[in-house]
């Protein structure tokens, strides 16, 4: 009989490291397979996963026919097993138990029928068998393993040894262990990943361009990191690093949930207050109409005062969706400011109000100072909003990521106005990929989408002054990632 000896116990301990270390299910399940093949010195091996019409195939291995299917080796075809006794895999999930078989063809118990159709279809010869189920630490069977043939020193076929049953009964519980955690990873990222849908859901209910700008982020961030991948750029990021910086992406703007939409979709300088203006000199020419009835204004003056206020309309209407207003611009501004009519009842009235004066005079944008502040506190949001979850440990930095994205490397950005040394590189690219998508949307209330070129001017004008990264900006500006082919 063959005993478990200190080298087994080394080997098993050393896959229990290497199982709870592995990331890639695909490579973990076959891990499981050829660690227990090894150990128990077999030439074939099934690893069957448990769904519910039954056991379906998940690995194959017949190392003496170079036989490897499923996972990266290629789908495996076959029907899952029934959840029927007859079959000796069944009988061991449905029992839990390990049933182990000197020779399938002379058998009793079990239909063992598919084992030799697929032998003859192979020219294999399955003989001794052991089965055992995968159960995890709280009992919950998650697949079964069935190793097959196991040899002698002399490469001969022989029954599988009591010993070596339980020591791959330990194995399979390792393994069973090992997929449920990765199975609980996978649910935690589904749930994140849910969540995150369902903010993005939230915004894009309030306003669709602001879902589509985090989208837009998203894809090119995503194209940017495989690109760092192909062209074997050192700045790389894992699996991990990946998810948490396209979390942060995903997640960035989600404090503007509380920002007014008056703000946010504000497309004009005066917003619906133009129409008060429109109102207002409508007024002024109805006033300077009875005033020429009465004979306080001739024909000529009345129309003169007509073209003049026509005149002021459009240029108002000008300035009010223009995306730069000149000195002289802001000068007129300031005069029609001080310009008053006189009502009905002899009370005098600006032309324009101050705060109509104060959207008017606004130099670039349609927001005012108060304004911009409000849009502005949507990093501060962000980060509030974004504490109160409690991120697994390998999604630390979403916060902090996230709420960053407005921070210049010259301190001049905001909310906390931290300079290059404390912005991360995942940060600087966040950023990079905030402006460059404000820049080119095409789908912006306030303003038309900007040429690529001239955005991409306009991000290395941001290096120049010392707000952006120039490196990362120039792997940016190399990867294309805002086109479909990168």
């Not at 190392?63 to 079959?87: A, C, F, N």
């Not at 990929?433 to 789908?443: G, K, R």
């Amino acid at each position: 009989m063959r005993q478990v000896n200190t080298k087994d116990m080394e080997r098993f301990l050393e896959m229990c490291r290497a199982l709870s270390a592995e990331r890639d299910r695909e490579a973990l399940l076959s891990n499981i397979l050829d660690t227990a093949m090894d150990m128990a010195v077999c030439d074939a091996g099934t690893l069957y996963l448990l769904e519910d019409d039954g056991l379906h195939f998940c690995r194959m291995v017949t190392r003496s026919q170079h036989v490897r299917q499923g996972g990266h080796d290629g789908e495996i075809t076959l029907p899952p097993v029934p959840k029927e006794e007859q079959y000796v895999a069944s009988w061991v999930a449905m029992h839990n138990d390990a049933i182990n078989v000197a020779d399938v063809r002379t058998d009793t118990h079990f239909d063992f029928t598919g084992s030799v159709k697929y032998d003859e279809m192979t020219g294999y010869r399955t003989k001794s068998m052991l089965v055992v189920p995968m159960t995890n630490d709280k009992g919950e069977l998650i697949g079964v393993m069935q190793l097959i043939n196991a040899l002698n020193e002399k490469g001969e076929i022989v029954p599988f040894d009591p010993e070596v049953e339980l020591l791959v009964s330990a194995i399979s519980s390792q393994a069973a262990i090992s997929i449920t955690n990765m199975q609980y990873n996978q649910q935690i990222n589904l749930l994140l990943d849910s969540l995150i849908g369902a903010l993005s859901q939230a915004i894009d209910e309030r306003t669709p361009y602001n879902a589509n700008h985090t989208r837009n982020m998203v894809k090119y961030g995503a194209r940017f990191l495989d690109w760092l991948e192909a062209t074997g750029n050192a700045w790389k990021f894992d699996e991990d690093r990946r998810r948490t910086f396209l979390m942060s992406v995903w997640l960035h703007d989600v404090g503007k949930l509380v920002v007014p939409l008056e703000v946010m979709d504000k497309e004009s300088r005066l917003g619906p207050a133009i129409t008060d203006v429109e109102n207002r000199l409508r007024v002024i020419g109805l006033l300077d109409r009875v005033a020429a009835l009465e004979g306080k204004m001739t024909q000529a003056e009345l129309a003169e005062k007509d073209a003049e206020r026509a005149e002021t309309m459009e240029f108002i209407r000008r300035i009010n969706t223009a995306g730069f207003l000149p000195d002289d611009d802001l000068a007129r501004v300031d005069e029609l400011a001080e310009r008053t009519y006189i009502d009905e009842n002899g009370e005098k009235h600006p032309w324009i109000t101050q705060t109509e004066h104060d959207c008017l005079s606004i130099r670039k944008g349609t927001l005012t100072a108060e304004e911009r502040g409000i849009i502005e506190s949507h990093v501060v949001v962000t980060g509030k909003i974004l504490e109160k979850v409690s991120f697994p440990k390998s999604y630390a930095m979403v916060p902090t990521w996230a709420a960053s994205h407005h921070e210049y490397l010259n301190g001049k950005g905001y909310p906390k106005h931290i300079s290059d040394g404390e912005i991360s590189p995942e940060v600087r690219l966040l950023t990079i990929l905030d402006v460059f998508d404000a820049l080119t949307a095409n789908d912006r209330p306030y303003k038309p989408p900007m040429p690529t070129d001239k955005a991409l001017a306009i991000l290395h004008s941001m290096v120049e002054e010392g707000s952006l990264d120039g490196d990362i900006l120039s792997l940016y500006e190399q990867s294309k990632a805002w086109e479909e082919k990168a």
